[in-house]
Each structure stands twice: as C-alpha cells, then as structure tokens.
C-alpha cells in the first residue's frame, strides 16, 4: 500500500468544495488531459475532490466530474472505515487485465440515483502517479477493481450508463430521474 501525502478526514462538509457535473453535461464527454507535473495545485485538487466524494457519498470521483479534464481520481472503497486506504491515482493506466469478466452494479455521482449492472474485468494491474509523483503500480480486484475503471472511463469521456445492456430498464430509470437515453452514447469496444 503506498501512503499518500494527504490526510482528508473521512467527513460528510454541509458545503462541500467543488459540485458535481451530471450527465448532459459536456464535461464528462471530453477527453481528459494528463497530469504534467505533480505539484501543490493537484495536492489541492485532489484534497478538494476526496472531500466532495466524502460529503456526497461516493466510493469514486474523476476530475472530469467536477468540471476538470486532468487525468486524476480518488477512490475510498469504505468511507465509514477510517483504516481502510484512501487512493489518488495521477495519470492512471490499465496496464493489464488479469482475470474474467464479472458482473457488478454500478452508480455515479455524476447521474445520481440510477444503477445498473455493468460487466468488467475483474482484476486489474492499474499504473499511476502519486502525489509525491512516484510511479507506483497496484494489482486490484472485486470493487476496487471495478471502481478503478469506472473512474478510469470518466478520463475517456465513457459513463457507465454507456456499458449497460439492458437499455430498456436503464431508460426508464434514466427517465425517472430526469435524464435523458439520448445523453448515453454506445460503449467503446475493449
Ligand atoms: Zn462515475
């Protein structure tokens, strides 16, 4: 596990920092930008979007979610346990997919009360930076696995609603949340 230069309280803020783009929005369709240097901006981005994921119950946030096209996430799979590892992930990249694919159910911040299932790999070895900028490389699976290339997708402009094959159930949960099919684009294939 590497430890991260940064210690955000596992805290629910009345008025978190930064608010979160929903689906329609262009932000989430662009294609995100890598990380060039590491430095006290991304240290700040990073602290303000884990206190945001926190404030508004996520287990996952992209950069793009919060109006910003650099390549960098957060992920805390268990936000009520103070233990468990907090990542910040700089420039991630799947660099190999070591298992079979699974089925898991899926939400997002960015279209709030819609889930669905979505098939992934279900282990992955994911590359990245850290907020020191130290190359560091992790094999992960189960949810951490599947959360590390849901927020993955967000950089390529990809939502999960984009991966759902049931689009006749998805349509109407879209619908009764007051989004729109027409918002959800076809998947790229892997
Ligand atoms: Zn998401």
Redesign the pocket.
């Known amino acids: 596990m590497s430890l991260q230069p940064l210690a955000v309280p596992k805290e629910k803020l009345k008025t978190p920092p930064l608010s979160i783009h929903t689906l329609g929005d262009r932000v989430l369709r662009s294609l995100s930008k890598n990380v060039a240097t590491v430095n006290q901006e991304t240290r700040l981005l990073a602290r303000e979007m884990l206190q945001t994921m926190y404030s508004c119950d996520g287990i ?3 950069a793009p ?1 919060v109006g910003v096209n650099k390549r960098l996430i957060v992920i805390d799979i268990d936000p009520e346990e103070a233990a468990n590892p907090v990542w910040v992930m700089v420039n991630p990249v799947i660099k190999r997919v070591v298992a079979d694919l699974e089925v898991g159910q899926e939400g ?4 709030p009360n819609v889930f669905a299932d979505v098939v992934r790999p279900a282990r992955v070895v994911v590359s990245f930076r850290d907020l020191s900028g130290k190359p560091q490389a992790i094999e992960a699976s189960g949810l951490l696995a599947r959360v590390i290339q ?2 993955l997708d ?1 950089l390529e402009g990809v ?2 609603v984009d991966r759902v094959e049931n689009q006749l159930a998805l349509a109407q949960d879209l619908t009764k949340q007051k989004f729109s099919l027409r918002d959800v684009q076809p998947a790229p294939v892997r």
């Open positions: 996952g946030l992209a979610q997002c911040l960015s279209i849901h927020e967000h939502l999960f």
